[in-house]
C-alpha cells in the first residue's frame, strides 16, 4: 500500500481486506482516525481489532475515553475517543503519553487536540460517506 491514497469501501468484506492490507503494509502501529459522526471510525477500528485477532468485544470508547482489548497473542492495542476531551491537560490526565508511545497499536478516533502533540510516526485516517452507503477513506502517512 502506497501513501497517501484513497480507498471506496462498500461491505465489512472490503473494509476487512482493506485493514488487512492497511496493517500489513504499515510500519507504524499510531493511526488517528477522523470522520463525522457514524462515518464508520469505529467499525474501521473493529475492523483492524479482527485483524490483529483481538479476543476482546470492540465498542466505542466515547465514555470511557480509552478502551484496551488483548489479542490471542496476550498483545495489548489502545482504542482511543478524544470527542469529548476539551484540553490538552486532559489529555495529560488520561495518561497519553503511555498510549502514545508505548508501542502498542494504538487507534485514537477524534484526534484533532492531539495532532500537534505527536512526536510519533503515524497514519492519518479519513473517512466519509460516499453514495450508496459507500465510504471513501484516505490514508496519509505522517514522519
Not at 13 to 19: E, I, M, P, R, V
Not at 65 to 76: G, H, P, S
Not at 103 to 120: L, N, T, V
Amino acid at each position: 500500500m502506497e501513501f497517501p491514497c484513497d480507498y471506496t469501501v462498500t461491505t465489512v468484506n472490503q473494509l476487512d481486506a482493506f485493514t488487512a492490507e492497511l496493517l500489513q503494509s504499515a510500519d507504524v502501529k499510531l493511526f488517528l482516525i477522523e470522520g463525522d459522526l457514524g462515518s464508520g471510525k469505529t467499525t474501521l477500528v473493529q475492523s483492524c481489532c479482527r485483524q490483529l485477532q483481538v479476543i476482546d468485544a470492540v465498542q466505542s470508547p466515547t465514555f470511557a475515553l480509552v478502551n484496551e482489548y488483548r489479542t490471542i497473542n496476550n498483545q495489548v492495542i489502545y482504542h482511543l475517543d478524544l470527542y469529548r476531551v476539551q484540553t490538552r491537560e486532559e489529555l495529560l490526565d488520561i495518561g497519553i503519553d503511555e498510549y502514545l508511545y508505548s508501542g502498542h497499536y494504538c487507534f485514537i478516533e477524534w484526534p484533532q487536540i492531539i495532532k500537534d502533540y505527536i512526536a510519533e510516526k503515524y497514519i492519518s485516517v479519513y473517512i466519509e460517506h460516499a453514495d450508496n452507503n459507500n465510504r471513501q477513506i484516505k490514508l496519509k502517512r505522517y514522519e
